[in-house]
């Protein structure tokens, strides 16, 4: 299920692979974060920060952190796993690297660190993604309103683990 497509590697991200993991979130995304934001995430959450790799070159990431809060599934007061961010380089995609990141950064979640749901935020626009998300058995939870720097909402999608 968490397999890789033949040819394709995935592991957990190393300090020497955040270059080109900021290197893909920078050409993918609008939403792009100082180096010392990748460095902690991998310091204090790098069971759920994995990359995917072909001939020794990284095509893709997911990075992800805990937190406390109130459930948007589980009841009450839980640990929840949020992934950050995910992408996959355009030459890699529909092949299953992104559905195979998520499900193993989801499974760390919940049996590396004790999450008892996971959330996400996601443009409202980006179809590709929502349609990941929804095949995971994500739900939209809410919508979050200007989420974005230029305006655009954002889904909360959200499930159990
Ligand atoms: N159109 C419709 N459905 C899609 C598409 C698409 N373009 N891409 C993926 N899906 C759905 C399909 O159901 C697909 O299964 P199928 O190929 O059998 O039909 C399923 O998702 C799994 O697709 P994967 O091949 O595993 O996904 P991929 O490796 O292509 O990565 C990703 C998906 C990460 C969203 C990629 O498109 C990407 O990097 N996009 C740019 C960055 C981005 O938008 N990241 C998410 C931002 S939100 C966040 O980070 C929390
Ligand atoms: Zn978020």
């Known amino acids: 299920m968490a397999e890789p497509p033949p040819g394709y590697t995935i592991r957990h991200a190393t300090q020497s692979d955040l270059p080109s993991v900021i290197r893909i979130n920078r050409a993918t995304l609008p939403e792009n974060y100082h180096p010392s934001f990748f460095e902690d995430h991998l310091k204090k959450w790098g069971r759920a920060f994995y990359v995917a790799e072909r001939d020794g070159e990284v095509v893709g990431y997911i990075m992800c952190r805990v937190e ?59 179809r590709p993604a929502i349609a990941l998300y929804e095949k995971l058995g994500f739900e939209k939870t809410r919508v979050l309103h200007m989420y974005y720097l230029d305006g655009e909402d954002a889904y909360l999608m959200a499930r159990k683990l």
């Open 68 to 126: 406390w809060g109130f459930g948007f599934k589980a009841k009450g007061l839980v640990k929840k796993g949020h992934v950050i961010s995910i992408a996959v380089l355009p030459e890699h995609r529909r092949k299953g690297l992104g559905r195979a990141l998520m499900l193993r950064a989801m499974d760390s979640l919940k049996r590396e660190y004790g999450a008892e749901e996971v959330y996400l935020e996601v443009r409202v626009s980006n």
